[in-house]
């Protein structure tokens, strides 16, 4: 079956340039997730949306980051005016949390964004 | 919050020997525990979990890993190491209890198999 759909699968932009990142997820999945892999890096979270209820926003490193959901189901990660630092590689992953949040996440192969 | 420490940013070992990816953790409430393995150029899978239950859990592709509460560990292992298994393993927690289902990943310990 269809898994966890991300794009563009890479993205080159100057800095400065504002840049949205897509993220699919698996059918019927109520839990969305994105997270940020610098080159050599561990996974750093950013954001979590889960059915109907507030994302949480703790790990967007500032106020240039944003994301949204819409319907449920395809999610935007929004990067505002983007520095060097932002260039990493962002993963999205969906799951199926239909109670006490025990289901594995199912990535996709991210989104490589590098800023000139 | 929650909080997961890999020690090892890389072990080597040689093919046909039993392996450990050590991993640590430390939450409010009860754990889940995951282990997840990135091959090259590739997203994430998904390898095994604790929940609850039996200390000693099994997973795909032979791996499984120890639930250790009194020393908050839980080390991913196989009995015995193929070359395919060379790839970038991360543990990863939730405390549902303080974070709902935020997910924290360690810092990833990359495998070296060699033959």
């Known amino acids: 079956g269809a898994g966890v759909s991300q794009s563009p699968s890479n993205k080159v932009t100057e800095k400065g340039k504002d840049v949205e990142l897509r993220c699919d997820p698996i059918?019927?999945?109520?839990?969305l997730y994105w997270y940020r892999q610098s080159l050599g890096q561990g996974l750093e979270f950013l954001i979590y949306?889960?059915?109907?209820?507030?994302?949480?926003k703790s790990g967007l490193p500032s106020d240039r980051f944003s994301a949204e959901r819409t319907g449920g189901s395809v999610s935007t990660l929004t990067i505002q005016r983007t520095q060097q630092e932002d260039s990493a590689v962002y993963l999205c992953?969906?799951?199926?949390?239909?109670?006490?949040?025990?289901?594995?996440?199912?990535f996709g192969d991210g989104t490589r964004l590098s800023i000139l | 919050a929650q909080s997961v420490a890999q020690p090892e940013d890389q072990v080597n070992v040689a093919e046909g020997n039993p392996l450990t990816v050590k991993c640590t953790y430390s939450?409010?409430?009860?754990?889940?525990l995951f282990w997840y393995v990135q091959y090259p150029n590739r997203g994430l899978q998904f390898l095994l979990k604790?929940?609850?239950?039996?200390?000693l859990v099994k997973g795909s592709y032979g791996f499984e890993a120890e639930f250790n509460k009194s020393q908050t560990s839980f080390h991913l292992k196989k009995p015995s190491a193929l070359v395919s298994d060379s790839a970038l393993y991360f543990c990863?927690?939730?405390?549902?209890?303080?974070?709902?289902?935020?997910?924290?990943f360690g810092a990833g310990t990359r495998l070296f198999v060699k033959a």
């Open positions: 990863a927690v939730r405390d549902i209890l303080t974070g709902g289902f935020k997910t924290i």
């Open positions: 059918s019927g999945h109520t839990a």
């Open positions: 949306f889960q059915g109907n209820s507030a994302p949480d």
């Open positions: 992953a969906s799951s199926l949390e239909a109670g006490p949040g025990n289901q594995p996440q199912h």
């Open positions: 604790y929940i609850t239950g039996d200390n």
């Open positions: 939450v409010s409430g009860n754990p889940y």
